[in-house]
């Protein structure tokens, strides 16, 4: 489970249930694969968005 995205038990439910996803329609997915489907369940599942990264600004 990636730590960086799944942070909450609900995000945890929605994980497990994602794997099972994708072991249902991807049965032969093995490794990054299977980890790449996993991902895009799970992103699409939570309506995932990474937080906004803002440099911090340097003075001139």
């Known amino acids: 489970m990636?730590?960086?995205?799944?942070k909450?038990?609900?995000d945890e439910i929605?994980?497990?249930r994602a794997k099972a996803r994708a072991r249902e329609e991807y049965p032969n997915?093995?490794?990054k694969?299977?980890?790449?489907?996993v991902m895009a369940i799970?992103?699409?599942m939570t309506h995932y968005?990474?937080?906004s990264r803002h440099?911090?600004?340097i003075p001139r």
């Open 2 to 6: 990636p730590v960086g995205v799944v």
């Open 8 to 10: 909450t038990p609900e």
């Open 14 to 16: 929605a994980w497990e």
């Open 29 to 31: 997915a093995r490794g």
């Open 33 to 37: 694969q299977f980890y790449s489907i």
């Open 42 to 44: 799970y992103k699409k």
């Open 49 to 51: 968005t990474p937080a």
């Open 55 to 57: 440099r911090a600004e």
